[in-house]
Structure formats: structure tokens, C-alpha cells
């Protein structure tokens, strides 16, 4: 028997979006279009400059590739659907379609956590423990990292899923929401939730207040190292610390009001979930390629030698 029959008589969702005006809806196409693209382009210039560019075969620029790759899947994971939504008078996604949905994004979303960190951990070996730094950042490391940050997000959306994808839903299926939005979902079951609305603003809201605890308290210790001591080798760690905090802070701020505060205003929530799913990874290639000097010449140097090799052919 199908899962969904067994479950479920609700097949579909409706997402009311953004605005109901048709030419709102048609500014926001265009907007979220440009955004998107913006993303595809700007994330894969960063990942494609670190795979190719020897210079730039380090620690801090391997966990950089892989925040991009994180933050090109977690807007893909629903951005393309919303698009093509702005241009449709009735905005449908399938229960299926909405079940994995809401798993990559958890996935991806959670990964990105668990990096963060692992680009705290960086940024603490090369700015407190320069000497050790290469020592300590070996090659299994960080292999170690990439592996533990994508195994926190397999766990965070799977302990989260296996208890959704069970539930019943027989009567409403629409949602103020632009995507499927777990907590919005979980309310729309014909049996009682209390319990997984807890378990998902638990899981969700003090894994994102976790991390960002974790990480403030590991940047405040940087900052008290450096003020304590003059380190001249440190001044590019140094320099990349201030982007790293405003990319955390952009991250985990809406991350920490959807899911440890659920279920309140929706406007609020549109605002917030905008800004977490489609804003942040649309700003964290800005911020590490216009303050990063490396980053920028080595996409000057992967352009020439894409035009000269163009030009030669």
C-alpha cells in the first residue's frame, strides 16, 4: 500500500505566497529571479576558484567551497519552486513534493550549522594557535569536519521527518507560507501535536541557539586572544573574522525566531524566512569575496585564463 494512502487524504498543499496582487506577485518574479541567479553565479565562482586555483588550496578556502555548495542547495532546495509560483494563480505543491522539500532544506540548513562551526574551529587554530596551525587543520581534520557537519544534518531532519511524513492529514491542507514550512505543516494534521511541535522547536530552534552560542563564545575568546597579544601572522585570519561573525549573524538570527519562537505572526515569519532561505545565501558570497583580497584576485586569474584559452580557440 501506498504510504500516502495509508496516511493521508490530502495529496496536495496550497501556498498562498507572498501577495495576492498579480502585479506584486510579477515584481517579486523578477526580483527573486535575479537573486537566485545571483546566488547560482556568485556561490559557484567561489566554489569553482578554490577547486581550480592553487593558491587558494587552504583550510579556510576549503570550508568556504563547501558553505557555498551548502548555500547553492539550501536556496535550491525551494527558491526554483517559488519562482515559478509567482507566476501561477494557484500555488500547489504535492505531498510528496512537500515532504522533500521540507527534508533538504532541515538537511542543508542543519549542515550549514555544523560548518559554521568548523569554520569557527579554523579561525581559532589560525588566530590563537598560528604555529600548530597546519598541525592542527591536517588534511583528516578536516575531511573529519565536512564529514561530522553533513552526518549533524542527515540527523537533524531525519529525527524530524520520520515523525511527519507519519502523520495523518484528512481535512485543511492550506498554508500561509510561500514554501512548506514545517511547523505550518505539522499544524495542519487532523490529530493532536503538541508533543512535535515541541520536539521541532527543541530540535530546531536549540540546535540554532546552540550554535550560535557556541560560536559567540569561540569568537569572543579570538577576540580576547588578539587583544591580548600582538600576533603579525595572524592579521589575515584576523581580517576574515569579521565576516565570518556577520555571516553567522545573518544565518542563525531568523533560523533562531522561526524555530525557537513557532507558530506566531506569519507576516514576521515570511519576513524571516526570506531572509534565511533566499537573503543570506545570496549575501555571504558579497561579503567573503568584496572583503577577502585572495578570493578576488583569484577569480581575476580564472577569468583571464578562460578569456586567453577563448581567445585561442
Known amino acids: 500500500m501506498d504510504l500516502l494512502n495509508n496516511t493521508s487524504s490530502v495529496s496536495e498543499f496550497i501556498l498562498l505566497g507572498l501577495s495576492s496582487s498579480q502585479e506584486i506577485q510579477i515584481l517579486f518574479f523578477a526580483i527573486f529571479f535575479l537573486i537566485y541567479v545571483a546566488i547560482i553565479v556568485g556561490n559557484l565562482l567561489i566554489v569553482i576558484s578554490v577547486i581550480f586555483d592553487n593558491h587558494l588550496h587552504s ?4 570550508f568556504l ?3 557555498s ?3 547553492l542547495c539550501l536556496s535550491s532546495a525551494a527558491t526554483p519552486k517559488v519562482i515559478s509560483d509567482f507566476l501561477r494563480k494557484r500555488k500547489t505543491i504535492s505531498w510528496w513534493g512537500c515532504m522533500t522539500q521540507m527534508f533538504f532544506m532541515h538537511f542543508f540548513g542543519g549542515g550549514e550549522m555544523s560548518l559554521l562551526i568548523a569554520m569557527a574551529i579554523d579561525r581559532y587554530a589560525a588566530i590563537c594557535r598560528p604555529l600548530h596551525y597546519k598541525t592542527i587543520m591536517s588534511h583528516k581534520v578536516l575531511t573529519g569536519l ?3 557537519s553533513w552526518a549533524v544534518g542527515l540527523m537533524h531532519t531525519t529525527s524530524q521527518m520520520v515523525f511527519t511524513v507519519g502523520l495523518p492529514f ?3 491542507n492550506v498554508m500561509d507560507s510561500f514554501f512548506c514550512d514545517l511547523p505550518l505543516v505539522i499544524k495542519l494534521a487532523c490529530t493532536e501535536t503538541y508533543t512535535l511541535q515541541l520536539l521541532v522547536a527543541m530540535n530546531s530552534g536549540l540546535l540554532s541557539l546552540g550554535c550560535f552560542l557556541l560560536l559567540l563564545m569561540s569568537y569572543i575568546l579570538m577576540l580576547v586572544t588578539i587583544r591580548q597579544h600582538s600576533f603579525s601572522a595572524s592579521s589575515k585570519a584576523l581580517s576574515t573574522l569579521s565576516a565570518h561573525i556577520t555571516v553567522v549573524t545573518l544565518f542563525f538570527g531568523p533560523a533562531i525566531f522561526i524555530y525557537a519562537f513557532p507558530f506566531n505572526s506569519y507576516s514576521v515569519d515570511k519576513f524571516f524566512s526570506i531572509f534565511y532561505s533566499i537573503i543570506t545565501p545570496f549575501l555571504n558570497p558579497i561579503i567573503y569575496t568584496l572583503r577577502n583580497q585572495e578570493m578576488k ?3 581575476k586569474r580564472l577569468s583571464r585564463q578562460h578569456m586567453v584559452s577563448w581567445l585561442t580557440h
Open 59 to 62: 583550510p579556510m578556502y576549503f
Open 65 to 67: 567551497a563547501n558553505l
Open 69 to 71: 555548495f551548502f548555500d
Open 146 to 148: 565536512l564529514l561530522l
Open 170 to 172: 484528512c481535512g485543511p
Open 297 to 299: 584576485a583569484a577569480m
